[in-house]
């Protein structure tokens, strides 16, 4: 039977069994009376396992297989539910997650679970399972560095690679990187002790993948592959330089076991699966399509949607050609502006309402529930609250409120910020919280919800909140702010100071926080996908944290402005109004040009000399064209020579050379085919 054409339906079924798995457990710690709950488990555990053993993935089938007889003598009451109990089994889901991201990214599934199942068997057969012996259920990568043979699967376009570092004369590592036990914040320890590699050589490969070290979806240990002209010793003694990483075993694999190793590994693969080179790696990113217009053909539609999968990178293609479509329809638009003949313009405007149409539906096919980032958070949450003893619960909200997708990829890191600094710094302690007349356990809301073109993402929770004179001494102290400005500052505002490079309020450093580091990150981060974040806080009651972020990065609206002979783009979600301002009005303070808008000082910027745009000077000018655009509560006045209009345009990114462009987030081309840049009006107010 031939089974390649269901691989596709095969892993996003499977993710849907492995999430279902991840959501029933964490409810089953919860209540661990509610047998319903087990039921649910063992049904998705049961058919993942049916789906492997006909997919012909044997090492998932038997895994999942192990889990199920946990599942069934919990369901039948033979084995009692315990923290030590479901920590081994969620250790099982997290193995079967990396086998079927292993077969999405064409390998064979396998992975060496022997310590797990063998955990597995001895909660079947009644064996108590001790806390410490449960957290010792940890592969490291290490183990899986053998003296003879590579411990990693390279693809072809790897293993050229490798050989032609061979033919230069350069070297070839696998590098076993081990982080300490009570290491938390693994991402960032990862992604240091890929900085120090990329400085030596070329990294080639990393096991997991670069995504799944990311997310933190491992143990403590992962394998980097590297291409270098480092001895193993320096290697070694440079990475071991990176904080909390404990151990650093180097193998270095010789031409000659390289060949050996990848010639068994290719007769393998296409001995088990002959379709094995065709299968397409990224067909794990798919999105399912809702047929909106089923239910007006259908009555029966009402109570079933039908959907199709279709693989973004062709959503990727359609909204690419649909941007080129709407970069002619300016130009069409500019044409029957200027020869202002009547069917011409009834026929472009004809075109611009169906491409208006068109545009809603290709952005709507685009957007992801942030659900998918969400998903993640309740275990992360619970595995925090075990570490720092503390008992805390994670209510999620509105978690089909939909992205776009280019938005969902970034917003994942600074939303696990936010969470690690709200169970760290704002989640008291129990017996704290029971002193304080509180419930002893926290609780930390994570709200989506539309409004207008934009998705508001709100964290919010019960815990200590800001302590306002902390934050302002610890400012003063890291010269943050002077000690004449602080006492200027409102609530808002000394809040915002958290968000600043190198600020933290904590006494000790831990893994979590407190390093001076996290939620600069977060700002940067938000601020670079067009959006905002606030903070509120009451002392004793609790922090909520907003994020404000556009529905999507590809197609905004815009006032175009003109600059002597050059033509800028400014974005409208920035704008408040336009305004002319005379001379008169224009006031100096601190050695700026400022004005008084509606009874607040604005300061003005000059986008002539910002840009360095050539044009003539006319002197004495009266009149002032202004753009009032703001960045949070703060305000700017742009100062342009003349406003052209608004418009819909189609965001160009200006590519890896011009990535450090001040003040300009990128490009567009006009309907007269002119190129406009687009200002960063967050990069130009202080």
Excluded at 37 to 58: P, Q
Excluded at 73 to 93: A, Q
Excluded at 256 to 264: R, T
């Amino acid at each position: 039977m031939e089974m390649s054409q269901y691989l596709e339906v095969f892993i996003e079924e499977s993710k849907e069994n492995l999430q279902t798995c991840n959501e029933q457990l964490l409810e089953l710690e919860k209540n661990p009376q509610n047998l319903s709950i087990v039921n649910e488990i063992f049904r998705a555990a049961h058919t993942l396992k049916g789906m492997s053993a006909t997919m012909g993935y044997e090492d998932l089938a038997n895994l999942t297989h192990k889990m199920e007889n946990v599942l069934d003598g919990i369901r039948n009451e033979k084995i009692h539910v315990s923290p030590e109990i479901l920590d081994v089994v969620f250790k099982s889901v997290d193995d079967l997650e990396e086998m079927v991201l292993s077969i999405s990214n064409g390998g064979d599934g396998k992975k060496d679970v022997t310590e797990v199942v063998t955990m597995l068997q001895a909660i079947e057969n009644g064996e108590t399972i001790p806390s410490s012996q449960t957290m010792a259920v940890q592969e490291t990568a290490a183990s899986a560095v053998e003296d003879n043979a590579s411990s990693i699967h390279y693809e072809a376009y790897e293993q050229t690679v490798i050989e032609q570092s061979f033919e230069q004369g350069m070297q070839c590592y696998e590098l076993a990187v081990s982080l300490r036990e009570d290491c938390l914040l693994k991402a960032a320890r990862v992604y240091m002790v890929f900085e120090v590699l990329e400085k030596i050589g070329e990294v080639i490969k990393s096991d997991p993948t670069v995504d799944r070290l990311e997310e933190e979806q491992f143990d403590q240990s992962f394998i980097v592959t590297i291409v270098t002209n480092d001895s193993p010793l320096d290697l070694e003694k440079k990475v071991m330089k990176v904080s909390e990483v404990q151990k650093v075993e180097v193998r270095e694999i010789t031409h000659e076991n390289f060949q050996s190793q990848n010639s068994v590994d290719t007769k393998a693969e296409e001995e088990q699966n002959p379709e094995s080179k065709t299968v397409n790696p990224s067909v794990n990113e798919e999105k399912s399509i809702k047929d909106s217009n089923s239910s007006k053909e259908s009555p029966k539609s009402s109570t079933s949607n039908k959907t199709i999968r279709v693989n973004i990178e062709r959503l990727d293609i359609l909204m690419n050609l649909f941007e080129e479509l709407v970069i002619d329809r300016g130009r069409l638009e500019q044409i029957s502006k200027d020869l202002d003949d009547p069917e011409l313009n009834e026929t472009v405007e004809r075109m611009t309402r169906i491409s208006g149409d068109l545009q809603t539906i290709i952005l709507n096919m685009r957007m992801v529930p942030v659900e998918t980032v969400f998903n993640r958070f309740p275990r992360m949450v619970r595995q925090l609250a075990r570490d720092l003893n503390k008992k805390i619960n994670i209510e999620i909200i509105g978690a089909e409120t939909e992205l776009d997708r280019t938005v969902i990829d970034e917003i994942g890191d600074p939303l696990v910020h936010l969470i690690r600094n709200a169970i760290d710094h704002g989640i008291e302690k129990p017996d704290i919280r029971i002193k304080n007349g509180k419930p002893e356990e926290g609780t930390v809301k994570l709200k989506a919800y539309h409004s207008g073109n934009h998705v508001f993402i709100e964290l919010e929770d019960d815990g200590a909140g800001i302590n306002t004179q902390r934050v302002l001494e610890k400012a003063i102290q890291k010269g943050i702010v002077s000690e004449e400005t602080a006492v200027t500052l409102t609530d808002r505002q000394i809040y915002e100071l958290i968000l600043a490079s190198g600020f933290s309020t904590a006494e000790q450093i831990s893994d979590i926080s407190g390093r001076g580091v996290g939620l600069d990150v977060v700002k940067a981060t938000i601020e670079s996908l067009g959006g905002s974040i606030t903070i509120d806080s009451t002392e004793g009651q609790g922090s909520l944290f907003s994020i404000q972020l556009p529905l999507t990065l590809s197609i905004i609206s815009v006032m175009l402005i003109e600059i002597g002979k050059e033509k800028y783009a400014i974005p409208l979600s920035s704008i408040i109004e336009t305004a002319i301002v005379k001379k008169d009005e224009i006031m100096n303070a601190h050695n700026q040009r400022v004005i008084d808008f509606r009874g607040k000082v604005v300061p003005l910027v000059f986008l002539e000399d910002v840009f360095d745009v050539p044009k003539e000077k006319i002197e004495d000018e009266e009149f002032y064209s202004t753009v009032i655009v703001r960045k949070g509560e703060k305000m700017a006045g742009l100062v342009v020579d003349s406003f052209i209009g608004q418009q819909e345009i189609v965001l160009k990114s200006l590519g890896n050379y011009l990535t450090e462009v001040f003040a300009i987030s990128g490009a567009t081309i006009l309907g007269d085919g002119q190129v406009a840049l687009i200002v960063d009006c967050n990069a130009l107010i202080k």
